[in-house]
Structure formats: C-alpha cells, structure tokens
C-alpha cells in the first residue's frame, strides 16, 4: 500500500513537472512569437522612413536638374545673353594671344 502511494505521489510530480515544462516552452514560443512581430514592425517603420526619404531625395533631384537645365540650354542662354545686349562673336575675327 505504501508502495501504491508513493508512486502516486511520484505519479503527481512527474505530471506536475511536465505541466510546468509545458507552460514554460509555451511562454518561450509566446515571446519568441512577439519578438519578432516587434522586429517587424520596426523594419517597417524603418522602411516606410528611408521610402520617405528617398522621395525628397528625388523632388531634390529634380529641382536640381531643373536648375541644371536652365543654365546650360544653350537656348535659353543665347536669349538671356541677347537680351543683356550681347551677340555671337564672329571666329573668324578672333585672334588667340599667348
């Protein structure tokens, strides 16, 4: 009979064991679960702010060429440097002096 109830006792810690092992590796897989939704999260938000940035890169890019263009279209240098009262040199008249 003693035999009987100590491995009940030994029955119940056996069980009493596993239970905790159970709850424990749930616990582990829980915030394994949340940590890397947390990880996500903030690689999107880290991507939603370097997409952001990049677009203001590109406006900045664009005003850039703009300005690019403006001075260097030989058009529209030719009118602004017609209108300042200037003209075309003739290269036939030009002399290079050393």
């Known amino acids: ?3 009987l109830i100590a491995s009940i006792k030994l029955f119940e810690v ?7 092992l159970k709850i424990f590796l749930l ?4 915030i394994a679960i949340i940590s890397v ?6 690689t999107g938000y880290q991507i939603s702010r370097i997409t952001d940035e990049l677009q203001k890169v590109r406006i900045k890019y664009e005003s850039l060429r703009k300005i690019e263009y403006k001075y260097t279209n030989t058009g529209l240098l030719t ?3 017609e209108s300042l009262g200037m ?3 003739n290269l036939e008249h030009t002399f290079y002096v050393k």
């Open 14 to 20: 056996n069980i009493n064991k596993a239970f905790f």
């Open 1 to 3: 009979m003693k035999a």
């Open 87 to 89: 003209r075309h040199i």
């Open 37 to 42: 939704k947390i990880s996500c999260i903030k």
């Open 79 to 81: 009118e602004k440097s």
């Open 27 to 30: 616990a582990i897989i829980i």
